[in-house]
């Protein structure tokens, strides 16, 4: 678990509000789910064989009602796809959702991984063509001009077929390793993946195996027609929008709906390579929930890495001032006038940040609360000030000279200011 400060969440408001312009922009809307689901719906939605169902899920009982089984949510899209079933939101229609908020693994805590983290993430229902695959990525990409991580961002691609096909490949897969045990033991997961998920091996991070791997059979070599089809058009999209990708035959993601379509964008700016955004087309989901068949495609992305990757590689980002106006108030009959003067730029200025000084004391130490604050403008309202309607206006960044104005002008000073 992490907490985050009052310097860091300025960032973190940066980014999502990043995240939230775009996903409207392209006509996407918001969802909300339950942090907390029936345990057996992320064993069928994710997978009993995937790690995260395996051993990264917080699952808990109430004794008193046997049988009954709550899991913290993991991941987002099993959650979005039952409340979409549920409500009855893409029943016979096309729908574009997103959503933010806290997920929850047990992992190992690490820099920009924790047991409670945060993702972002975006659905797509009822479209089986490649262009819905395609507008993700083009909207992703936008997501990272806008936060300047671009240029650190690299795009994997990969088809991993329907069902039939990773069935055959599967089988194609185990045969390969099958004569290259010794190796494989060097790896205790991709041993135990063997009989449980062998395609999650791909993802093997042992060297020596990933030797191996490189003269395995190619998934690429079992898909059908109609999945070469999809990523040809995919992939013919992007070069026509300019995006670069690479071709990665060992990428599968580690989540069971996935089918034909996967991606992931990836940074070595944080260290080793690290996934920062992921994802694929799930055209099977629904109909394994419960729900009428409908295709579906959708991404995730990690806040708290996304957040260290601004942080590394555009740490100049402009961020918006804690507080933009400080007014500082002394004397008999001050209060009650600073208070009704904060209200009214409150309400003429609702893009800014108007702090109103609270704890008395003299102007010396009244300032320096200003300066703390990192405020651009102090306003200044002593007794003669409150006698006479005026105020004094104060650049705490020595940019102005210091006025004193009629309270009656004050908007007009500030809104040429702040122009």
């Not at 961002?153 to 490949?169: A, D, F, K, M, P």
């Not at 929930?289 to 996304?306: I, K, P, S, Y």
């Amino acid at each position: 678990m992490n907490d985050l400060s009052p310097t860091e969440t300025p960032l973190w408001q940066w980014v999502e509000s990043n995240i939230r312009d775009t996903f409207a922009s392209y006509g996407y809307t918001e969802m909300r789910s339950p942090i907390m689901e029936s345990t057996d719906l992320f064993k069928r939605g994710v997978g009993e064989a995937t790690d995260i169902v395996e051993k990264e899920m917080f699952t808990f009982t109430r004794s008193e009602e046997a049988g009954e089984s709550f899991t913290l949510r993991p991941e987002g899209t099993a959650g979005c796809v039952r409340a979409a079933i549920e409500h009855g939101w893409i029943y016979n229609q096309e729908q574009r959702l997103w959503y933010i908020g806290p997920m929850f693994r047990y992992e190992r805590p690490q820099k920009g991984r924790y047991r409670q983290f945060h993702q972002a993430g975006v659905e797509i229902f009822g479209i089986p063509n490649a262009e819905a695959d395609a507008e993700l990525i083009v909207l992703t990409a936008r997501l990272w001009e806008k936060l300047g991580i671009r240029e650190h961002v690299t795009l994997q691609l990969n088809s991993i077929g329907g069902l039939e096909v990773r069935t055959r490949y599967r089988e194609a897969l185990v045969a390969f390793l099958q004569n290259h045990l010794d190796v494989l033991k060097q790896d205790p997961d991709s041993e135990r993946r063997l009989t449980t998920n062998p395609l999650r091996i791909l993802d093997t991070k042992n060297q020596a195996l990933q030797a191996v791997l490189n003269d395995a059979p190619k998934l690429h070599d079992f898909l059908d027609d109609e999945s070469k089809a999809h990523f040809a058009r995919l992939c013919a999209i992007l070069d026509e929008m300019g995006i670069a990708y690479e071709v990665n035959q060992k990428l599968v993601r580690g989540l069971d709906y996935y089918n034909k379509t996967v991606f992931e964008w990836v940074t070595t700016a944080l260290g080793a390579q690290g996934t920062v955004c992921g994802g694929g087309r799930y055209d099977g989901l629904v109909a394994q929930l419960g729900g009428h068949a409908t295709e579906g495609v959708g991404f995730a992305m990690g806040l708290e890495r996304l957040v260290l990757l601004v942080q590394e590689v555009n740490p100049n980002v402009q961020l918006p001032r804690a507080v933009d106006i400080y007014v500082v108030h002394s004397g008999e009959g001050t209060t009650a006038v600073a208070f009704r003067l904060t209200e009214t730029l409150r309400n003429a200025f609702p893009q800014l940040r108007t702090m109103l000084h609270t704890s008395g004391g003299n102007f010396k130490k009244q300032f320096k609360r200003a300066d703390k604050s990192g405020a651009k403008i102090a306003l200044v309202l002593g007794e003669s000030e409150v006698a006479e309607q005026k105020v004094v206006v104060k650049d705490l960044f020595g940019e102005a000279e210091q006025m004193t104005i009629a309270q009656a002008d004050l908007i007009n000073e500030l809104t040429t200011r702040f122009a």
